[in-house]
């Protein structure tokens, strides 16, 4: 703490509470109708205060699942998530780590044009080539498997800009200095680059890990068996935008129950944005 | 923007890059080359029967009046976005990197929205605005708001601008926070003893010093109100009304599904990535001169 | 790098867990493609799995493929890919696309006698099957869920408003003094509202009255069709819900169906939009309703003739194995039998499309009950069906809608007279069928 005077604190309260309550609010709205009956939420103009319902949802979401006839196999659709988000996170963050060491710290021929054919795929979504690229998955055979789901969603730089950014500001004494000491690349990337690296890996990894466990239309496109399909699947099976009825309040606690691990996720991940970790080592 | 000290290699480096270069080639440059050749073309949906017509998919394309409305609505929709999502998280960074009490907990509130998954949250913006049925179109319409956002231009606008801050406020903070992680302590410090206020501590070391993190948003920031908002166009308005909130990108979307307008859309992809390029390579040039490493 | 091939053995496991999960390799899968949401997604599941249980050969694999766009881009995608499924659920607006894509489909007709299924056309109601038939009669696609438009109401609205709830408004201009009543009496936000807006007030409301939408029976008789909407009945139409709008007595309710939830909640009494909203209403209406067909204007000679139909049907994907093709005709026998489709009418409110399943439920009583079921079924068999009303087929629909939506908001607005905005939906319009025309006619 630089200094300690009341009014900045209560300033940094009043901002963040406010930050909360307008950010938030979409949230807690999921929350909310989570806990109201079907026809509360279609007809609109739902009460800000939670209704009575929340054990019925949950039990039901939980134990009886949406349906009368069949039930969709939610357990499968979260590992399945889970697996793609995973794999996207850890995929992304090693892959853009290592070009952006290269681009960084190496001096090598065409290290200009690697930078650019990089930083370009900058540009475009999966979203908007995605037929081009579902055949192209399709013809190598990657249909209905996880490298199919995974590896087209870590192809952008967007990791690698990010390392790029953070290596930039790393003061080159260091380099000098564990050069001095005879270490080599590997030894500067794993004793320097790495544990420096680690709040900007956290966030990364929070980051993608939501971006992969809340895709849609390409786990849509490329899955047609039950047991790969993945949860924001399953809860858009249960919306329904044309005639059929919805059953909201289920729909809208699978949503909150979905949240979960992303949540889960975030909260472990601030264990990494620990002050001083970086400071020690400058 | 070159490091003084590095490293030579010969076959190191390409090692390095290879996975990324790898994947980036596979699934990005060659359905992206299909996409290129594409706007040449004019096809059926199943591709069963193709000619080659040259630039007439452009020819087409800008001689639409509502293909410079989209242009126009795309320059507003992302200057306003880009704006909003960057101060707004900036400013809540900063508060909650200051060691107050129980700042672990607005840090996960703040994140937890963007763990709403995109197909639930165009659902929860229509139940908070739609004009009749939303929880908040209630109030605002007793504080004397004619809120209506399926016939007023723009209200609808308001609502995707809001709907998209929204989205990339988490975004935005989560990194803002990471970089502010990486401020020294003792920088701020010494001119704190100096006797340098907040503000001013704030503009003349901490802006600067977060400048590498701050362009990096802006970049990832202005790609994605161009790219990856038409999710949350389609969800809250479809674009309307009257086509007061079709981006490009929204354009692109909607003329090519369904395989109406295979070529078209191919070609306003085009020009879209033209343009982003434009954009982004004058950031590398002009604006990157400006940050602090 | 240890990325790769972690997911190697990632993709390896889920390879080997899809192998352990196919059951005995005898059976021959039907991969059928749906868009089927809540409610109806149950329906899909049972209906395959009613259908497995039922036989041994062949094994129907129902897939959700997203919404109807999405559901029929996957399946265009997966053409392209050379692995499209066999059963692909299509919106009644994509079917002028799949028709002009002959070389991609197999037409329903043709699977069946070349399968020996017995299969007679006459058999179905015309007023469904014709929708999905070639000039000469051909059926294309087989008739899923089905629906038309109706106008639903608040009786106990109208009670309070002094309106005889047993005998609503037939035309529109009664419907609209009404709506004065009704928003005099409580709803001064809304007395009355349309869902799907182009649906309502464009297609339907073209094929009610009579009147062409476009030239060439609506485009069934040839793809080089030219768009009629901006007929002096268009524009007075429209120009009575720009009139009426100005003081919500008419409001804009949005051009998908989101806004039907203003006729559950109360806030509007009149709703005109599609019978499948039934289910809905049945579960989350508290007051007093009915449905009644849809307004007509009084002067316009030979209204009301009859409606069209919503929904969407199943299309046969072309260049599979005459096994596979065997097996979707046997499912689709399976679909058409009558105690099947009557039941399927009566759980999910969609049209029955055998007549036999229709007479078997009037027969059962069951319309005395619940008479808001047979109202659309009425509208479609109202008259013998004119080159006006046998239906429409126009390519680039999706897009077409769009347009239409965004000139009719333009005139609601007030940024443009009704006979503008149509007249911009015609020539905007016809931009999209001919560049339609161009891409299949080759």
Redesign the interface.
Known sequence: MVENRPFNTFMAYLVLAIGVVIVAFPVYLAILASTFD??TI????MPLTPGDQAAENYYRTIFVGA????REPVGTMMINSF?MAM?IA??KI??SILSAFAVVYFAFPFRKTAFWVIFITLMLPVEVR??PT??IV??LG???????L??PLIASATGTLLFRQFFMTIPDELLEASKIDGAGPFKFFKDTLVPLSVTTMAALFVIQFIYGWNQY?WP??IT?????QTIV?GI????????????WQIAMTTAVLAMLPPVAVVILMQRLFVKGLVETEK | MDKRAIFSGKALPYMLL??QLAITIIFFYWPASQAVWQSFL????????R?FVGFENYRTLFQQREYYDAMVNTAVFSSLVAFFSLSIALLLATQADKNIRGAHGFKTLLIWPYAVAPAVAGVLW?FMF?P??GTLAGPMRVMGFDWNP????GDALALVVMSATWKQVSYNFLFFLAGLQAIPRSVLEAAAIDGAGPLRRFWTITFPLLSPTTFFLVVVTIVYVFFETFGIIDAVT??????STTTMVYKVY??G?????LGGSAAQSVVLMVIVIALTAIQFRYVERRVQY | ????S???I??S???A??LA?SPAAAQIEI?W?H????????VV??LA?DFNAAQKDYKV?A????????T???G????????A?HILQVFEV?TA?MM??R??IKPVAEMMKEAGEAFDPKAYLPAVSGYYSTAKGELLSFPF?S?STVMWYNKDAFRKAGLDPENPPKTWPETFEAAKKLQANGHP??GMATAWVTWVNIEQFSVWHNVPLATKANGIDGFDTELKINSPLHVKHLENLVEH?KTKVYD????????E??F????CPIMIT?S?????VK??A?FDWANAPMPYYPDVPGAPQNSTLGGASLWVMGGKKADEYKGVAKFFAFLSDTDRQAKLHTD???LPITKAAYEKVKASGFYKENPYLETPIKELTNKEPTENSRGLRL??L??IR?IW???I??A??G?KSAKAALDAAVERGNQ?LR??E???S?
């Not at chain 1, 858009?236 to 059953?247: H, P, S």
């Not at chain 3, 790098?1 to 790769?4: A, E, L, R």
């Not at chain 3, 559950?264 to 806030?267: K, L, M, P, Q």
Request: glycine fraction near 14%; charge should be negative.
């Open positions: 079907a026809s279609i007809n609109g103009n349906s009368r006839s069949t697996v794999g850890t995929g090693l892959i995605i037929y579902y055949k399709a013809d990657l249909l209905d498997t996880y490298t199919g995974i590896l239309l849509l496109l047609t068996k039950d047991s790969m699947i858009k099976k249960m919306i329904t935008t044309q005639d059929a009825l919805t059953e | 290879l996975p004019l096809e059926d949906a199943f591709g069963l029967s000619e229509i739609h009749s049925l399926l016939l007023d231009g479809g674009g309307g009304p009257s086509g909607s003329d599904r369904l395989g109406g307008d | 790098m240890s990325f790769m972690r997911t190697g990632l993709a496991a889920g390879v867990a899809m999960a991969q493609w868009a089927m949401t809540g409610a109806n997604n149950e599941n049972k799995a694999v897939t959700y493929k997203g919404s109807y766009p999405d029929m881009n996957a265009i995608a997966a053409f392209r890919a050379g692995n499924p994509g696309t002009g894509a070389g991609a869920n629906s936000n809304c709008q804009y309710a949005g051009r998908t169906n989101t806004g939830g203003r559950t909640s109360g806030e599609s499948g909203f039934y289910g809905n579960a989350n508290k999910s409110g969609y390519g680039n999706v897009q769009d939506a965004e000139e908001e333009s609601l607005a940024k999209q560049q339609f161009r891409t299949v080759r």
